[in-house]
């Protein structure tokens, strides 16, 4: 994995997305993606990949008694259980661009690259395909880096954005700073609390109900966005 700024472990960002209602079948939207931990833990686990598959040494074969043979046919069965496609979307974006380089880098690492469709712009630009799924937000949230006073407007625009171009969908805000997550305005239907490091994190989940959506223009703005950037791989 490639570090950017504030990346989170994997083992936090399966166990985040194994947490959320992301039923694998739906869309998975991930604005400020940065090193698209969550995005490819995502694509894992709806392609039913199994965790350490590219390492080829752990401890335990070390040990008295490991079978070789049994190892072996144990991988195979599991990779036959591999799915090659995905039902749903997965989208992965981020004002940096340094940062999607990465995260793309790292999605080609994990052999994920081709079910991830990543994209450089503004979270509140993000496509949010019909359909429904998850969308699901890690903010900055100034423990580390960004200032008080600009995280509060992105964290009430967060709001609009789920108000506005997320209903059908369940949002879920990543944060270490619940004085922060209240500017996003809505009602929390479920708070987990995690830890990232030592800093406790609060996952948010809100239900974010189907209406009409004031307009689709942004959606498809947003799309046509995301072919030209997949255009430039
Ligand atoms: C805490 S980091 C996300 C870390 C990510 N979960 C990971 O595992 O690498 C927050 C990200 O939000 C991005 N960001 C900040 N402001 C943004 C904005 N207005 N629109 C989109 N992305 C933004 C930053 O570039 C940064 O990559």
Redesign the pocket.
């Known amino acids: 994995m490639i570090p950017?700024?504030?990346?989170?472990q994997e083992t936090l960002?399966a166990a985040v997305v194994m947490s959320t209602s992301w039923p694998r079948n739906g869309n998975f939207i991930n604005?400020?993606?940065?090193?698209?931990?969550?995005a490819i833990e995502a694509t894992l686990i709806a392609l039913n990949r199994a965790p350490g598959l590219l390492r080829n040494n752990f401890g335990f074969m070390h040990l008295k008694g490991f079978s070789e043979s049994s190892w072996r046919i144990l991988r195979s069965r599991v990779k036959a259980e591999e799915k090659d496609r995905l039902k749903g979307r997965i989208i992965a974006?981020?004002?940096?661009q340094q940062?999607v380089d990465s995260a793309r880098k790292n999605a080609m690492t994990a052999g994920v690259d081709r079910f991830v469709e990543f994209g450089v712009?503004?979270?509140s630009n993000t496509p949010v395909p019909d359909g429904g799924g998850v969308v699901i937000l890690?903010?900055?949230y100034g423990e580390r880096m960004g200032e008080e006073e600009e995280l509060r407007t992105?964290y009430k625009g967060i709001g609009d954005f789920f108000k506005k171009r997320c209903q059908g969908y369940t949002g879920y805000v990543f944060t270490g700073n619940v004085e922060l997550a209240k500017r996003v305005g809505l009602r929390t239907k479920r708070r987990l609390s995690f830890y990232n490091g030592p800093i406790e994190c609060r996952l948010l989940e809100y239900d974010l109900y189907e209406g009409s959506r004031s307009s689709k223009a942004p959606n498809e703005i947003a799309d046509r966005r995301l072919q030209i950037e997949k255009s430039k791989i």
């Open positions: 950017l700024k504030a990346p989170m960002a604005p400020m993606c940065g090193s698209g931990t969550l974006t981020d004002i940096s940062a712009c503004d979270f890690n903010p900055e992105i």
